[in-house]
């Protein structure tokens, strides 16, 4: 796995499309033709953190496989899938946008939101997180739900309820915030509402560690990982 930890700072949008910039240069250089492999090939964006810098909330060996088998397996059946067709040449948010909701296009829909969906939520977490969020986030919390202890539980109801795979966001909708959960791949994005925070309650993001106890993997994360000051810098995005 030690060609997947990186010490580098939360990854931005522009970090991300650079990436998928060099990503196809490489492929060019390589003898590549320029056309459906070229401008938006997507790439499995490198790690916040190493892979066991969450622990002993989320272990090295759930990160190995979540990271480098799940969240590479939705990239690469991603890239398959569009190869040669008109979303070759889109960005993630554009394909998203271009096959949420058509079921002759679920595959890729659902390839492409995990991608974005995993990509999120990486950065949703950090060493030492947890804690409270300060500032204009903590008073549209406290404004949304009434206080930073409804919100936390709101959260993690939406997480519990879930049922079966999906996520559980907390998210800006108008001028309120809002605590929801979506199944299988769907994301807040593709239902007008900005998304703050996420966190993946497929089995696999937790079965290694909680086998079925989700609301002690939620709690956890909650309590030690949770990463208020990414969900601020999306608020004031
Ligand atoms: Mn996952």
């Not at 999906?166 to 769907?186: F, I, M, P, Y």
């Amino acid at each position: 796995m030690s060609e997947h930890t990186t010490s580098s700072p939360i990854l931005t949008r522009r970090d991300f499309l650079s990436a998928s910039a060099g990503a196809a240069i490489l492929f060019a250089v390589n003898g590549f033709p320029a056309g459906a492999l070229a401008a938006e090939i997507h790439s499995l964006p490198p790690l916040p953190y190493a892979d066991n810098a969450l622990e002993p909330v989320i272990s090295a060996k759930t990160m190995g496989f979540h990271y480098g088998k799940h969240h590479k397996a939705y990239v690469d059946n991603l890239n398959k899938l569009v190869a040669g067709t008109e979303l070759a040449d889109l960005s993630l948010d554009k394909i998203i946008a271009a096959t949420a909701g058509q079921p002759d296009k679920a595959a890729i829909f659902n390839n492409a939101a995990q991608v974005w969906n995993h990509t999120f939520y990486w950065q949703c977490l950090k060493p030492g997180g947890g804690g409270e969020p300060t500032g204009a986030l903590k008073q549209q919390i406290e404004a949304s739900f009434g206080s930073m202890d409804a919100c936390r539980e709101e959260l993690a109801a939406a997480a519990a309820t879930q049922f079966g795979s999906g996520w559980a966001w907390l998210v800006q909708d108008g001028d309120k915030l809002k605590a929801v959960k979506t199944g299988n791949a769907d994301l807040p994005l593709t239902m007008g509402m900005k998304p703050l925070l996420t966190i993946d309650v497929w089995e696999h993001a937790y079965y290694l560690d909680y086998q079925n106890r989700r609301a002690d993997y939620v709690n956890a994360v909650l309590d030690k990982l949770i990463n208020w000051d990414f969900a601020a810098a999306n608020l004031g995005a």
